[in-house]
């Protein structure tokens, strides 16, 4: 599939920013607006994915099973069950929404399962590749890909007819920050695909019913940096070489828009082992850009206090996430939203 690149120059705009070394950015904690705490009536154990379904639902999975929550972070049902039948899953990935129904990625059978609110199974969909993250609208599925389908950066499934087309070529950068267990920078928007590349801070839409991808806005940031080997061809046959670079590196992680901009979310700064080599995030950090056309402003918030991006959601225009608090007796896990501070 030939797909056209329009380069729209009204909506093409740069900004640039220092890192804090360089400049004296300030990163500070996420100012965030606790939503819920998760019950732990029922204990959920690691998440590794989350969605907000609608105002009054959350659904999240881990690495076997998958559930559905309350506004209010109460357990309400689990959603499938393990096996290799149909309409179950071994490892569950991730799960994501479209409208009322649940799609969850079965890492291990290669499969998407479909079920209602209520839990009922209703079909499963092969997609025979691995994937770093996807999302639905009607009977199309957005893949942000991974593994032998990584020659582009989205593949499209039609539920339907079940073709199979992949949009917008990967670089090899792209292709190595691809395998870190972050988030993906991709959105579904008024029927339009927001994505961006692992590698650049650039911000595309894509318009299925015209095939056409469109550069919204590009952002040149020296506190994103990706490091040169991470071009290297060979590297992915060289895990110690390849995380080596992960942790030096920058990477998008995520993609949404909010009242009419573009909110670009990139993983930034560096990770480190300590003495005892245990790899630390300490040094990391995440920048929200905002792209509107107008004014472009970035945001730097400590990765501590929005957790893992890959427990990162969209709804309304806010972004979503969990975080975990200790005590001297045990933990509590939170969603929180980002408050209107954040994006001022």
């Known amino acids: 599939m030939k ?4 380069l729209f120059l009204l909506a093409f705009f740069i900004i640039g920013c220092k890192t804090d070394r360089e400049a004296g950015a300030v990163i500070e904690d996420a100012p965030g607006e606790r939503i819920c705490e998760l019950s732990n009536s029922e204990p959920l154990g690691q998440l590794r994915s989350f969605c907000v379904v609608s105002k009054d639902y959350f659904a999240a999975n881990t690495s076997d099973s998958v559930v559905l929550l309350g506004s209010d972070g109460r357990f309400i049902r689990r959603i499938g069950n393990q096996g290799r039948a149909n309409g179950e899953y071994i490892m569950p990935w991730c799960v994501r929404s479209n409208g009322d129904n649940l799609f969850v990625w079965d890492a291990d059978q290669l499969k998407f399962i479909e079920f209602d609110i209520d839990g009922n199974y209703i079909s499963q969909y092969q997609y025979d590749s691995a994937l770093n993250d996807f999302r639905v609208d009607g009977d199309i599925v957005f893949i942000y890909t991974v593994g ?8 499209i499934l039609n539920l339907k007819d079940g073709t199979l087309n992949g949009i917008h070529p990967a670089s090899d950068a792209h292709k190595a920050l691809s395998h870190s267990i972050n988030g993906m920078a991709l ?3 008024n029927g339009h695909l927001l994505f961006a590349t692992k590698d650049r801070l650039d911000a595309f839409s894509y318009e299925l019913d015209t095939d056409e991808i469109r550069l919204l806005g590009s952002v040149q940031s020296d506190s994103f940096v990706v490091l040169e080997d991470i071009n290297d061809k060979n590297l992915l046959r060289n895990r110690k070489k390849l995380d080596a670079s992960l942790n030096g590196s920058s990477r998008t992680v995520f993609i949404y828009k909010r009242e009419g901009a573009i909110i670009l979310v990139s993983l930034e700064g560096v990770s480190e082992r300590d003495e005892k080599n245990r790899l630390s995030n300490d040094g990391r950090y995440y920048s929200l850009y905002r792209l509107d056309g107008k004014k472009s402003t970035a945001k730097h918030y400590r990765m501590s206090s929005m957790g893992s991006s890959t427990l990162f959601a969209e709804y309304d225009g806010d972004l979503y996430y969990i975080v975990t608090e200790l005590d001297e007796i045990d933990e509590s896990v939170y969603i929180n939203k980002l408050s209107r501070k954040a994006y001022k």
């Open 3 to 6: 797909t056209r690149v329009l």
């Open 148 to 155: 032998r389908r990584n020659e582009s950066v989205i593949d």
């Open 187 to 189: 959105d579904i928007n």
